[in-house]
């Protein structure tokens, strides 16, 4: 309910019902308190997703809720409370509900393009079956590996358990059905763990049975933890994901609403930043030298203007037979991989500089802004400044 006005605009208390240890919910709290502190409007009131939240929040009385609630029965109690809520869960799937998260079918697209990239013709995803976010994910990863025609294969933890009470996992490193399965995969394989914890994990496992990361095992997680990823060894690479920003633009639908609009429920779905490239799948998976010359050349060049030409120039095979050869390990044409290994330097030096759009261009061997922008585009969907613009909605620039 409205309380007390601040600079003549009613001040509401909102209800944050998140797991404040969880780096989603940190990142969502910076998003949220982006929006609301030039507002000056709105107090906060901490809770747990929990159904025990449902006694504080009649204490409470809010005007508004902001949520990570994945559990339908408890989701369709605070929508009995005829209260705003806005969910940001990955994991929750109720009708009739305000949402803002993130897309998971493209998380696991982008994960698959990057062991595509690398020449990877095995895939595999080590996920929780009882989660909505991990299947996402997986039907995004296994499409992307069923276009391509790769084998792809997937491994789903067999026991759930309640933690305090939520769904947990009890994974450990030494379970030997998962030992086995890592064992069992064919080599070299890209392998995507649903979140950057199971990640961690499979980095144990593989220590364990003597796999080795990422020459046998290209790894990859999701969410781009950043002390998880430094933590593990060798260093951990993962899917950013605009947890800032899904966290934002909750706060402005939630505003929305409590300034009396009429809003139809619906789902707004965030797109993945970028692969943040860490040593555990910094690798080339292919047995063709030629290939993996061309593919080297092209790397070592990424700040260079090289033309298809140079690349041919610098390996021994006629250019239509490399064309050939580099196309069937890579799934790229010689341009393509250019243009690739140009546009993720560019992203890097995004994320990591303030340099202008022009320097970028130049460094990165586009010579030109104009030229930068159109296969910047091309290539990701959208400009290069909307590019850096959604790194710093979502905290990651």
């Keep these: 309910m409205p309380g007390s006005s601040s600079h003549g605009r009613k001040v509401y208390r909102i209800a944050l019902l998140m797991q404040a240890d969880q780096v989603h919910a940190r990142r969502l709290f910076r998003g949220v308190g982006e929006y609301s502190r030039p507002l000056r ?24 809720i902001l949520a990570m609630v994945a559990d339908t029965t408890l989701e369709n109690r605070l929508l009995a409370l005829r209260i705003p809520l806005v969910n940001c869960s990955s994991d ?29 013709r095995h895939l595999a995803f080590c996920g929780e079956p009882m989660k909505l976010a991990s299947r996402n994910r997986w039907t995004g990863f296994s499409a992307a590996a069923g276009e391509a025609k790769l084998d792809c294969r997937q491994y789903l933890h067999p026991r759930a358990v309640v933690l305090s009470g939520r769904v947990g996992w ?75 920003r899904i966290g934002f633009l909750a706060a ?7 300034r009396g609009e009429r809003i139809q429920p619906r789902t707004h779905l965030l797109r993945p930043v970028s692969v943040v490239v860490r040593q555990s799948s910094d690798i080339l998976a292919t047995d063709d030298p030629v290939a993996v010359a061309a593919m080297r050349f092209i790397r070592e060049h990424a700040d260079a203007s090289i033309r298809v030409s140079d690349v041919a120039e610098a390996v021994p095979l006629s250019r239509r037979s490399l064309e050939t ?4 390990r890579f799934g790229l044409s010689l341009l393509e991989a250019i243009q690739q290994v140009h546009v993720d330097q560019a992203k890097a030096m995004l994320r990591q500089t ?25 290539m990701t ?7 850096r613009r959604q790194l710093a909605a979502a905290g990651n620039a």
């Design 170 to 244: 009890q994974w450990t490193s030494r379970d030997r059905r998962l030992q086995a399965w890592v064992r069992g995969l064919p080599k070299p394989v890209g392998l995507l763990a649903s979140h950057d914890g199971v990640a961690l994990l499979l980095a144990e496992v593989c220590r364990e049975i003597g796999v080795r990361i990422p020459e046998d095992v290209s790894l990859l997680g999701v969410d781009n933890d950043e002390m998880l990823c430094e933590m593990s060894y060798p260093t951990l690479s993962s899917v950013a994901t605009p947890q800032q």
């Design 92 to 120: 929750a799937e109720g009708k009739g509900v305000h949402r803002v998260q993130l897309d998971n079918v493209a998380v696991g697209r982008m994960a698959a393009e990057h062991f595509l990239s690398r020449g990877f």
């Design 41 to 64: 409007a709105w107090n906060f009131h901490l809770g747990l997703p929990h159904p025990d939240v449902l006694r504080q929040l009649r204490r409470w009385k809010p005007a508004g």
């Design 325 to 328: 050869r580099f196309r069937s």
């Design 354 to 378: 303030r340099l202008s759009l022009e320097q970028i261009a130049e460094i990165t061997g586009f010579n030109s802004r104009e030229r930068f922008s159109r296969v910047f585009r091309q």
């Design 381 to 387: 969907g959208e400009t290069p400044g909307a590019y």
């Design 252 to 258: 402005h639908l939630l505003d929305r609403l409590l």
